[in-house]
């Protein structure tokens, strides 16, 4: 089993993954269903950012937000009116998952440093900080592979982060972790990649 702390290089790895399925990503793929099935492409591209976000700013005491992000990525100041007026919405919503997942491994590695607590609220209630981001880096790496297959991609997990997001996915899902959160586990062949190992973990049936 592995320890409940990320490795140092998962969030790397994870964040190099989301790049890669946000790069496929269209406007004209935002009415596409996705393997969460109350959400259509643009809910979860909506949700992936906010809850990014929301990880973020519980690790460390910081709020990017969605005008934050694209100015970063354009060198510009965008306006809201901008947005809500911009064509493509899919890659506004791309840059600021991009930004805040790049955000992300910032944090992490300031943590892994020993900077910030070692415990955090969710709600009202403490827990380890090492429990939030891990359950982080797996909710990163799963939506980003719904993400893709909402566009039509094959785009496997990669083995190395999969095999580590598996066994912590053990102590952040299972159980109470899952109810409300993750459909039930679909059944794979033990010799299923880790990748699809990990997305017929919480409910997904692999490509």
């Known amino acids: ?27 004209g793929d935002l009415s596409a269903p996705t393997p969460c099935s109350q959400w259509n492409l643009l809910d979860l591209m909506r949700h992936l950012s906010t809850s990014l976000g929301v990880l973020i700013q519980t690790l460390q005491d910081g709020r990017p937000d969605l005008l934050g992000a694209v100015r970063c990525a354009t060198g510009t100041r965008p306006y ?15 840059t600021a998952v991009r930004y805040r997942t790049e955000r992300l491994v910032r944090v992490h590695e300031a943590l892994r440093r020993g900077e910030g607590p070692d415990d955090v609220l969710v709600g009202a209630h403490p827990l380890p900080r090492d429990l939030v981001a891990a359950a982080g880096a797996v909710e990163l790496a799963v939506h980003s592979w719904d993400i893709a297959t909402a566009c039509g991609r094959t785009l496997p997990i990669p083995d190395a982060p999969a095999l580590e997001l598996l066994e912590l996915s053990a102590l952040v899902v299972d159980g109470v972790g899952r109810l409300g ?21 919480l409910g997904r049936t692999p490509a």
């Open 1 to 27: 089993m592995a320890a409940l702390r990320p490795s140092d290089g998962l969030f790397e790895q994870v964040a190099a993954y989301t790049d890669e399925a946000m790069s496929v990503v269209t406007g």
């Open 80 to 94: 809201a009116a901008d947005l809500l007026l911009a064509d493509d919405v899919g890659t506004v919503l791309a």
């Open 181 to 201: 959160l993750f459909a039930s586990a679909v059944a794979v062949p033990p010799r299923t990649p880790p990748g699809d190992r990990l997305v017929a973990l």
